[in-house]
């Protein structure tokens, strides 16, 4: 059984950084893929990035440049870097892992991210 908890979320200035944290709870960490995804306010869930099993990533164009996917296999977390925030970044935030065997797929509970002058 995998759970996944996110944190990290706060309130934040225009220009501002957060670090966000998905933390894996389960077995065989090291054979997911790990995405993120974000909703804003009245829209649909969008794909953020993804890290996979073997470190690599790949970004929405709306991010790239500004967030960065990084994960630690020792400590069973995925961490998404958030630079020079935009109003627009502003959504709950998820982490969801998919297991690169069986496809099966976890989320998270998702962390509120706002950034607001």
């Known amino acids: 059984q995998v759970q996944l908890v996110e944190s990290g979320g706060g309130l934040v200035q225009p220009g501002g950084s957060l670090r966000l944290t998905c933390a894996f709870y389960?077995?065989?960490?090291?054979?997911?893929?790990i995405y993120w995804y974000r909703q804003p306010p009245g829209k649909q869930r969008e794909w953020v990035g993804y890290i996979n099993s073997g470190g690599g990533t790949n970004y929405d164009d709306s991010v790239k440049g500004r967030f960065t996917i990084s994960r630690d296999n020792a400590q069973n977390t995925v961490y998404l870097q958030m630079n020079n925030l935009k109003p627009t970044d502003t959504a709950v935030y998820y982490c969801?892992?998919?297991?690169?065997?069986?496809?099966?797929?976890?989320w998270g509970q998702g962390t509120q991210v706002t950034v607001s002058s």
């Open positions: 389960g077995s065989g960490f090291s054979i997911y893929n």
């Open positions: 969801s892992a998919v297991n690169t065997r069986d496809r099966s797929q976890e």
